[in-house]
T-cell receptor, first 116, second 114 residues
Framework: GAVVSQHPSRVICKSGTSVKIECRSL??????MFWYRQFPKQSLMLMAT?????????EQGVEKDKFLINHASLTLSTLTVTSAHPEDSSFYIC????????????FGQGTRLTVV | QKEVEQNSGPLSVPEGAIASLNCTYS??????FFWYRQYSGKSPELIMS????GDKEDGRFTAQLNKASQYVSLLIRDSQPSDSATYLC??????????????FGKGTHLIIQP
């Protein structure tokens, strides 16, 4: 199978600080990675699509300067939440795809971010 | 605006019965359809994918797609207590641009009663 590892699984940070979340594809090269956010009792909302070596494509309403995405290699994408505030507290989940758009993407375990 | 609609439930089904989960979507050009299972506090895991009209069976699971009605469903036969979870319907549209992630419904909370 295909394994996607996300780190950390949980993080608590102070308001105003920045937090970096890593998403790694462990046994395949991910041409495309996706970042989702899920608030309690809500569905996953796509934040951005990240293709290796190019700038991420952000969904409408997602601030690209606040949620910095770097996809520098075929096995690693990072999401940095800058100047985090309590309203950014959420479950952040990445997924990675190794092939064409019609192929399956595999999810990481998710990161529970709590901003205090 | 792409939308995926699901009944949030909870849907309560006796153990051993068939659980039927439904989903409708708004974007007619949607091309791929997925059912994910999500346990509380965990990441979604893929149950089924379906791309063409009709039924697709995999073990106890059957996905059904009707593109004319913009409707996709998931049947779970011989329901087990371990099937209790939130089931997310997801749809993909291949736009050819840089963004082609999934659009998710809010999920249906399924409870299998022992």
């Amino acid at each position: 199978g295909a394994v996607v590892s996300q780190h950390p699984s949980r993080v608590i940070c102070k308001s105003g600080t920045s937090v970096k979340i890593e998403c790694r594809s462990l046994d395949f090269q991910a041409t495309t990675m996706f970042w989702y956010r899920q608030f309690p009792k809500q569905s996953l909302m796509l934040m951005a699509t990240s293709n290796e070596g190019s700038k991420a494509t952000y969904e409408q309403g997602v601030e690209k300067d606040k949620f910095l995405i770097n996809h520098a290699s075929l096995t690693l994408s990072t999401l940095t939440v800058t100047s985090a505030h309590p309203e950014d507290s959420s479950f952040y989940i990445c997924s990675a795809r190794k092939g064409a758009p019609n192929t399956e993407a595999f999810f990481g375990q998710g990161t529970r971010l709590t901003v205090v | 605006q792409k939308e995926v609609e699901q009944n949030s439930g909870p849907l309560s089904v006796p153990e051993g019965a068939i659980a039927s989960l439904n989903c409708t979507y708004s974007d007619r050009v949607s091309q791929s359809f997925f059912w994910y299972r999500q346990y509380s506090g965990k990441s979604p895991e893929l149950i089924m994918s379906i791309y063409s009209n009709g039924d697709k069976e995999d073990g106890r699971f059957t996905a059904q797609l009707n593109k004319a009605s913009q409707y996709v469903s998931l049947l779970i036969r011989d329901s087990q207590p371990s099937d209790s979870a939130t089931y997310l319907c997801a749809v993909k549209v291949y736009s050819g641009g840089g963004a082609d992630g999934l659009t998710f419904g809010k999920g249906t909370h399924l409870i299998i009663q022992p």
